[in-house]
């Protein structure tokens, strides 16, 4: 995974995978240097099996997006 930034080390975007709890001193989710809409988070899916739904979370305000 590659992203636009990422605000320190224990924000990578390693971080950036559903329920992953903290390890160590790595925080619980990726998080941009940003907070503007020019923030992204990739992922190769050529690396991965790919399911025909994806759900991404907003771990500030809580809520889940889907598309199913």
Not at 22 to 35: D, H, K, N, V
Request: aromatic share 8%; net charge negative; charged share 20%.
């Amino acid at each position: 995974m590659k992203a636009s930034s990422t605000l320190d080390a224990n924000h990578g975007p390693g971080r950036g995978r559903l329920n992953q709890g903290p390890t160590g001193s790595q925080g619980t989710a990726w998080c941009a240097a940003e907070s503007d809409s020019d923030q992204y988070l990739q992922i190769d899916l050529s690396k991965y099996n790919i399911y025909p739904n994806s759900i991404t979370t907003d771990e500030v305000a809580g809520f889940i997006r889907g598309n199913p």
